[in-house]
């Protein structure tokens, strides 16, 4: 409980402005086939936290629908990188099988894939500069 | 300068013109480079790629099909080895080419169809390729989320509770129709086994059992199976195995796995595009080979024990006497020299000696957990492809057939010539050489019906006939295996040489 109680409140969060310079960030994310469950997103803006599954300066759970949908928050500009799952048993993680391979669909900024597993972050990583607008393909 | 183009050119025909010089390693090759070669090297007709994806005929039969010998001898290897003037640069990458030797007292009819994968299927809609492959670089090649986006299908094949399977090593299985060879699906055995890797040598135990293992280079697991004579999922489970290898074969006993780690091992290069997954492992002759024993029963008993770095492709047998004592016999190299290089070489047309394997016992004692191995046989004969006696699989056995060749002896092919029947007791052999414009294949025991395990039965494998341009199915005699082929089946074509088979008898 209170794992989502965080989870919303840092989307709340990312309602507000975060400072003073702030450009908008609008993400499509498709193709959504089933309406089951809830897209998950966060938004990374630097390697490590990327990286290592750190602290996210946006996160939000949004309510899946066919065929797509979007997600709109204020960042300061910078350089961003982007994952995304969608949960469609809503038990709050990517499930995967016995070697790690996701069984739930997933997406990453820039709609890059990793070779050997998740993508690096200068692959998926862009630069928010001005208001931006992004579609995400998931990978079924 | 001149570039390659112009120096063929002024090469002109000249026999000088083949040599190996003009394709150094790191050229991207060709189908253009190919034919060139084939033309002064014909037994580089076992690499040409196939330019259709059926093929049918009755064969031309010569000798008697022998009363009792009734069913198909299904086998499998790369046969798609060219998109346009692409040209994979490994043995191994081929898409699929199943293949159904039916065998009657009528005679021989054949069947080879290019397995329907999806990734077959989404290059050939493409007209290029897209994914990345096993010992190729593909410019260009997509990233993939699962291996099975590269499954090729095209190592080996399963027969397990009436159902046929062609088997890849890093992925899953697809299922195809015995009678027309079609691609049904790719297959799980069971929701949760989705996707998982299920390697190209799963054993079927006395009780119709099935077994087997698979490896995830980046989950760094093992993935064990066990599925009852129906193939319903019994136990799946994933052991830490890190770094992973490239284990290709193991062995099952009445009680245990064991599966062999040789120090081959992934090592991530920046630049992943630029080379294949095989460039990407490491030999280590200074590490240990580690060899992990897991109880049948309960998959989380298990231990590891150490050899010193050696490399084995193939094992013929397992089994465990009442004392708990393991014994298992493998064809094994110093090294995996001849996939890591000569596979490549020989795509490229550059004769390679790819024989380095001699045969060796190994003896696990599960009480003391000690390990040992030793020769078997003479060890100036190479031998490769270990088959048995289906009825004595994970039981003691005391036969073997391999393709074999005296180490001394030059082919042209650098592939071995011969098929020998092993003694393990007595570490006598029995063989019969093909003549030197036949290049042969796996060769499986097929017993007689209502015999003894390892007595009455046929030796019987494919060869390719590269001077006539024919392939031909054998049939020799177990019992009087030096005297060559009873009978010959050939087929008006030639298939591209491919890896293992499985002999599914007729109901």
Same mark, same amino acid.
């Given at each position: 409980m209170m794992k989502s109680i965080k989870i919303l409140f840092l989307a709340l969060s990312t309602?507000?402005?975060?400072?003073?310079q702030a450009d908008s960030l609008e993400l499509k994310i498709q193709?959504?086939?089933?309406?089951k469950g809830k897209v998950r997103i966060a938004v990374y803006d630097n390697e490590s936290a990327y990286t290592e599954d750190g602290k996210p300066v946006a996160v939000a759970e949004l309510k899946a629908q066919t065929p797509s949908i979007y997600f709109k928050t204020e960042l300061p500009p910078g350089l961003y990188a982007v994952k995304l799952m969608h949960d469609i048993d809503d038990n709050k993680k990517l499930n995967v099988n016995l070697v790690g391979i996701p069984k739930e669909p997933y997406g990453f900024s820039n709609n890059t894939t990793g070779r050997f597993g998740p993508p690096k972050w200068k692959a998926a990583s862009f630069k928010l500069e001005g208001n931006t607008n992004l579609t995400i393909d998931l990978k079924h | 300068m001149m570039n390659r183009r112009e120096l063929l050119k002024l090469l002109g %025909? &000249?026999?000088?013109? &083949?040599?190996?010089?003009?394709?150094?390693?790191?050229e991207q090759l060709t189908a253009q480079q190919f034919r060139t070669q084939l033309g002064n090297k014909p037994w580089l007709l076992g690499y040409q790629s196939t330019n259709q994806n059926y093929y049918r005929a009755n064969a031309t039969l010569s000798g008697r099909i022998p009363k009792?010998?009734?069913?198909t001898l299904y086998r499998n290897g790369p046969g798609k080895s060219e998109h346009g003037e692409f040209r994979y640069e490994?043995?191994?990458?081929?898409d699929g080419l199943m293949q159904a030797y039916n065998i009657n007292s009528s005679g021989v009819q054949h069947q080879a169809r290019i397995t329907d994968t999806a990734k077959h299927r989404h290059e050939t809609e493409a007209g290029h390729v897209i994914y990345p492959a096993f010992g190729t670089a593909v410019p260009g090649a997509e990233n993939i989320r699962s291996p099975d986006q590269m499954n090729t299908a095209n190592i080996s094949v399963l027969s397990h509770h009436d159902r046929l399977f062609a088997l890849w090593e890093a992925g899953s299985a697809h299922e195809i129709?015995?009678?027309?060879?079609?691609t049904k699906a790719l297959h799980s055995f069971s929701p949760e086994s989705e996707g998982l890797p299920f390697s190209a040598h799963p054993k079927i135990d006395a009780s119709g059992h099935l077994w087997n293992f698979g490896y995830s280079t980046v989950a760094r697991k093992l993935v064990l199976w066990h599925m009852d004579p129906k193939g319903a999922m019994v136990k799946l489970s994933a052991i830490d195995c890190?770094?992973?290898?490239?284990?290709?074969d193991f062995i099952v006993t009445h009680s245990h796995l064991v599966i062999m780690i040789p120090p081959l091992y992934f090592e991530q290069t920046n630049d992943t595009h630029s080379n294949s997954f095989l460039a990407q492992h490491r030999w280590y002759s200074d590490r240990a080979t580690r060899i992990l024993i897991v109880r049948k029963d309960n998959f989380d008993e298990h231990y590891w024990l150490e050899l010193p770095a050696e490399w084995v492709f193939h094992f013929g047998n397992g089994w465990e006497d009442e004392s708990g004592v393991i014994r298992f016999d493998g064809a094994r190299a110093s090294d995996p020299s001849a996939m890591q290089h000569k596979f490549s070489d020989i795509m490229r047309g550059i004769h390679t000696d790819t024989g380095n394997a001699h045969h060796h016992s190994y003896r696990i004692d599960t009480r003391t957990r000690r390990i040992s191995t030793d020769t078997i046989g003479d060890q100036n004969i190479i031998t490769e492809f270990p088959t048995i006696d289906p009825r004595v699989s994970c039981k003691q056995n005391n036969q073997l057939v391999c393709l074999t060749r005296k180490q001394d002896v030059q082919q042209g092919h650098g592939l071995l010539n011969s098929v020998s029947l092993l003694?393990?007791? &007595?570490?006598s052999m029995t063989t019969y050489t093909y003549p030197a414009s036949q290049i042969p294949e796996e060769h499986v025991f097929i017993p007689a019906p209502l &015999?003894?395990?390892?007595?009455?039965?046929w030796i019987v494998g494919t060869t390719l006939d590269f001077e006539k341009q024919v392939s031909m199915l054998n049939i020799l005699d177990a019992q009087a295996l030096? %005297?060559?082929?009873i009978a010959m089946a050939t087929l008006p074509y030639a298939m591209p040489l491919g890896f293992h088979g499985k002999f599914v008898a007729t109901a």
């Open positions: 309602l507000t402005p975060l400072a003073a193709v959504i086939k089933s309406a | %025909a &000249s026999p000088l013109l &083949s040599t190996d010089l003009l394709w150094a390693r790191n009792g010998l009734n069913g490994h043995w191994f990458d081929g129709d015995p009678d027309t060879l079609e890190d770094p992973v290898g490239m284990p290709h003694n393990l007791k &007595s570490e &015999s003894e395990p390892e007595t009455k039965g030096d %005297a060559g082929p």
